[in-house]
């Protein structure tokens, strides 16, 4: 079955300083990635998202990596603020489904 | 609407009762889909509509989880002689195609 995976459950990080989460993924098959931000009580928001033909893609104040030699994503936040404290998720779609696979995602934190 | 709107957004059930969770998605969005958010968990895919075809069915995990679309609009949620483990956050999504995806807030089931 599809697995993505992250690293770390839950991370902290003073205001002002970039935040990296990151994620693993297990179908080499999976050709387009998302990022989604959910806050307590609400539904995953889209953040942002990549192609496989792509290595980098830059939002405002969030840049996704995708390292397909090593199956990695990451989402790098800029500068974070109080307002980016939420649950991370990353999704993964594997060419021809029809559906995102999400993983578990990471808590972030961030201390004012 | 605005956004997706789903319905209740708490619902407590005996075990062994039916429930039935409401979906509107956005005016236009062609795609549904139905996600189970249990409690630390990431997304479970459960159902995909799309237009006029038939739905991808795959993600139900019992033969006790149905869902209807009614028009290519309103979504309907059964879930007929809950069990504890039913209990999770039940998101309904909606797009024009795979990418960009809208979630709705979600319905709260516990299953008492």
């Known amino acids: 079955g599809e697995s993505v995976g992250l690293h770390l459950p839950t991370l902290s990080v003073q205001e002002g300083d970039n935040s990296i989460i990151n994620c693993a993924y297990s179908?080499?098959?999976?050709?387009?990635f998302i990022w989604y931000k959910q806050e307590s009580g609400k539904g995953p928001q889209f953040i942002i998202d990549?192609?496989?033909?792509?290595d980098k893609r830059q939002g405002q104040r969030v840049t996704v990596l995708l390292n397909k030699t090593v199956k990695h994503l990451s989402l790098q936040i800029a500068a974070t603020q109080p307002g980016d404290s939420a649950v991370y998720f990353c999704?993964?779609?594997?060419?021809?489904?029809?559906?995102?696979?999400f993983g578990t995602g990471t808590r972030l934190t961030v201390i004012p | 609407g605005a956004g997706v709107s789903q319905s209740p957004s708490n619902k407590v059930t005996e075990k062994g009762k039916d429930v039935e969770l409401r979906c509107d998605p956005i005016?236009?969005?062609?795609?549904l889909y139905w996600y189970r958010q249990s409690l630390g968990q990431g997304l479970e895919f459960l159902i995909y509509?799309?237009?006029?075809?038939?739905?991808?069915k795959s993600g139900l995990p019992s033969d006790r989880f149905s869902a209807e679309r009614t028009g290519g609009s309103v979504s309907t949620l059964t879930i007929q002689r809950t069990q504890q483990e039913d209990s999770a956050v039940y998101l309904c999504?909606?797009?024009?195609?795979?990418?960009?995806?809208?979630f709705g807030s979600g319905t709260r089931l516990t299953v008492v």
């Open positions: 179908n080499s098959a999976s050709d387009y």
């Open positions: 509509f799309q237009g006029n075809s038939a739905p991808d």
């Open positions: 005016s236009g969005h062609t795609a």
């Open positions: 999504a909606s797009s024009l195609a795979l990418y960009g995806y809208t």
């Open positions: 999704a993964e779609n594997p060419s021809g489904a029809n559906n995102l696979f």
């Open positions: 990549i192609r496989s033909n792509m």
